[in-house]
């Protein structure tokens, strides 16, 4: 059992924009934009610190006013940010979320260039904080493009993987084509080797394979010592491993925002795991963090671990049906 997990990933501030709405035959915004700490891989440290995981957050800010506000916020959330890198030749990124009524989301980020969070340097990285913690996560933000943050991922999880260190790689693919280009399908599919437990949506795993089918990527991927998370959203979530298969239907609530519900679904999940609960438990966990989450905007309203558990009591007879 690890002692901790080091999150490697990408941080910013979310600018949250609820597009508006018609009331009475009248377009009207429902709320004032909204700045929030986000970030893939922060929301994911985030949410696993307030479920009483022990996290430390490596990656890079910019020496600005969106940086000083993820430095903060890590502070407040007792993330441990001995290796977060503030480089004063770079920008934070600033994601401007633009939200629908139904809850769902597009993102933008800006600026385009010198951005902060794809600048991540493997040679200043504490491998033995790593390995104290026993877990790695990482995001596939930071692989979208050529960068020295896609180069530490790889290095990271290559060594990780060589040195008994539990790793976990949350797909996050962005491809509009639906189709990934040859270079960023090669370091999708090298972290995912270097990976113990793969999680991504159904859209993300189809996209891997040249049939566009889901199942098909997973039946690739499988084996007894790499474990397949697939969110299903409202229909709950999927883990397979080897000849076994988990199933865990999704918690009926009422959707506000989607941003971030797969990062902190991940914190459930593998909080669970840590804490030596079975499959479909890091499952449950996980889709209870991402409910509470999604039912207020923003994806910093994880919940505690005490909140969690009364929530899943709560919830025990408001679950979606999965036929």
């Known amino acids: 059992m690890s002692a901790g997990v080091c999150v490697l990933g990408d941080t910013a501030v979310d600018l949250i924009v609820r597009l508006p709405e018609i ?25 696993l610190a307030r479920l009483g995981t022990p996290t430390c957050f490596i990656g890079t800010v910019g020496e600005d006013q969106y940086g000083q506000v993820v430095v903060d916020d890590f502070k407040k959330e007792q993330v441990d940010i001995t290796q977060l890198f503030i ?27 010198k951005q902060a969070y794809t600048a991540i340097d493997f040679t200043r990285l504490d491998l033995e904080q790593i390995c104290r913690a026993g877990w790695l996560h990482t995001t596939g933000l930071l692989l979208a493009n050529e960068s020295s943050g896609r180069d530490a991922v790889l290095q990271t999880f290559e060594w990780a993987h060589k040195n008994g260190v539990i790793t976990s790689f949350d797909l996050n693919l ?37 049939s566009h089918d889901w199942q098909n990527t997973v039946a690739d991927l499988v084996r007894d010592d790499k ?49 030596g609960h079975d499959a479909a438990t890091a499952l449950r966990w996980g ?28 919830q025990k007879f408001n679950i979606r049906s999965t036929k």
Request: with cysteine; hydrophobic share 40%; aromatic share 10%.
């Open 287 to 314: 889709n209870a963090v991402a409910a509470f989450t999604i039912m207020k905007e923003g994806a910093r309203t994880s919940p505690s671990l005490a909140q969690m558990k009364t929530f899943i009591e709560e």
């Open 87 to 113: 480089e004063a030749q770079l920008a934070t990124v600033c994601v401007f979320a633009f939200v629908d009524a139904d809850g769902e989301r597009f993102l933008w980020g800006w600026p385009r260039e």
């Open 23 to 47: 009331r009475a035959g009248e377009k009207v915004m429902p709320y004032e934009p909204r700045l929030h700490p986000g970030g893939s891989g922060a929301n994911t440290a985030v949410a």
């Open 227 to 275: 474990h397949v998370v697939v969110r299903r959203g409202n229909q709950g979530s999927i883990l397979f491993a080897g000849d076994e298969r988990s199933e865990v239907p999704a918690f009926n609530v009422k959707v506000v925002d989607t941003v971030g519900a797969g990062d902190v679904f991940d914190a459930g999940f593998i909080t669970a795991l840590q804490r």
């Open 174 to 210: 962005r491809s509009g084509a639906g189709v990934l280009e040859e270079t960023y399908h090669e370091v999708v599919d090298k972290t995912i080797s270097n990976s113990d437990y793969v999680l991504g949506s159904e859209q993300e795993f189809a996209i891997l394979h040249e």
